[in-house]
């Protein structure tokens, strides 16, 4: 004869709910993703300005590390070369390239002649456009811009 089982008829006397014959206990009120640290950037029990603030830094940071990533895998498929004919050969492969190509040069060269204005206009310091400058040429527009956001984000609110 086949066996009895008991499964599911238990009646336990946990103040949990229970479901089928595990205890379902209080769920914690901590959010384990907050840990991320995502969060620090995009929290969004601050204030907004300092929320656009981090968000301002988080794009510093990637507008250096993507970038960079992007050379080494170039490096990478070259044996660990660097060859500037190549390189311009393929950023110009095809017209989707060129109008990428165009569009990165007219607003970095656009952000460039901005910096000068505020140089001439003495609303920056020939320290802060060396530094904004540097950005520009060693990194490329992808931390020019997110880095004089930041620092300026006061003028703009």
Not at 47 to 55: A, E, G, S, V, W
Not at 66 to 80: G, H, R, S, T
Not at 85 to 99: P, R, S, T, V
Request: charged share 15%.
């Amino acid at each position: 004869m086949g066996a009895l089982s008991s499964v599911g008829s238990e009646h336990l006397p946990y103040k949990q709910g229970v479901t089928g014959s595990n205890p379902v206990g209080p769920t914690s009120s901590r959010n384990p993703c907050r840990k991320a640290w995502i969060f620090y950037f995009v929290n969004f029990r601050l204030n907004k300005d300092l929320q656009m603030k981090r968000l301002l830094l988080l794009l510093c940071l990637l507008g250096i590390a993507w970038p960079y990533y992007q050379i080494i895998l170039f490096m990478k498929a070259n044996d660990w070369s660097w060859s500037t004919a190549l390189f311009f050969e393929q950023i110009n492969a095809n017209e989707g390239m060129k109008i990428l190509n165009a569009d990165l040069t007219v607003a970095a060269t656009t952000f460039l002649v901005f910096l000068i204005y505020l140089l001439i206009k003495k609303s920056i310091t020939s320290i802060q456009f060396f530094k904004y400058l540097g950005a520009l040429f060693l990194v490329g527009f992808s931390l020019a811009l997110p880095i004089y956001l930041y620092e300026n984000y006061e003028r703009f609110k």
